[in-house]
DNA sequence: CTATATGCAAAACGTTTGCATCCCT
DNA sequence: AGGGATGCAAACGTTTTGCATATAG
């Protein structure tokens, strides 16, 4: 799914549910899904700062606002992982990944893994629920020298 | 383990890190692994309360304080599940356990599953990282009516 | 006795909200 | 034209911090 897609996505949501599309609204979510920079998940701070690139005039309300709506679109996920902070990702419908996040630089790789997702199902059945959401998080050290140029993790 | 052991151990990591065990920390700390109330993962809000009922002078920092030793000791672990708020749960040194959480009422049933904790070591060694520490949230309904008072699938 | 811990109140932080104005549809 | 959205700044709840005082070792 592409930005432009994710956009018109957006749009049907906001359609549906009498809201409207607006240029900030358009811009965020363009940003949000950049290709480029999709597994960044940004912080609203990061967003808004990139957004204001665009737009000088965004305030911080309007990500907030955005994002929220984003997520009731289904179109994103917030992850409040570490620290104090909310993190949010863009997420594609039906898709799901789970993280592993580097102890060392903070580097997030996502993964998916079919027979996690099966286990979790039989546990929550098991222990009488049904599953609706869930989320994982790994955190590790990296075994191999980081290439990140910010990872602590040079080959030492 | 029992909240006298815990306070011992935490005793043990603070004598050995230039710390003193005083009296609102022996507290705390008995009061947070109160075996009775074990598993309700407080907030630092709920623990002060607890707390100041025997103890009607400590103050908000010192839990604070507090929970952030228990948790450098290994003791404690933080857990920024759903809301905008820190719940914390005693840990016992080397168990650990995953949450499952009732969508309707906020209960958190604790689980323990080998295959997963298989899983999750292999997924990082494949990722190429050594893994340290992990959280697996699950979020489900109940399937048949839950007996807690306050929750909303009474069975209806 | 001295280093560390406490309680308080103020500050910091991320996030939300009220309101006058603006702008999609 | 009118219901919704925006930007700003103030309000909010949680967590941290500075400081004078108290206390464990």
Known sequence: MDASEAVKRFNE????????LTKQRALITEIFFDPDKRSEHPTVEEL????????RNVGHATIYRTL???????L??????????????????????????????GLIVEFEDEEIERLQE????????????HSMNLV???QEPC??????NQGS
């Open 147 to 152: 290439q990140r140029p910010d990872c602590l």
């Open 48 to 55: 808004y700062l990139r957004v204001k690139e665009r737009d």
């Open 68 to 74: 929220k709506l984003l997520i009731e679109a289904g």
């Open 13 to 20: 949501y906001l359609k549906s549910h009498q809201h409207k």
């Open 122 to 133: 039989e546990i929550a059945k098991k222990l009488g629920f049904s599953l609706l959401d």
């Open 76 to 105: 994103a996920v917030p992850n409040r992982i570490g620290e104090g902070l909310t993190r949010y990702e863009p997420e594609i419908p039906g898709e799901h990944h789970d993280h592993m996040i580097c102890d060392r630089c």
């Open 140 to 142: 590790g050290s990296p």
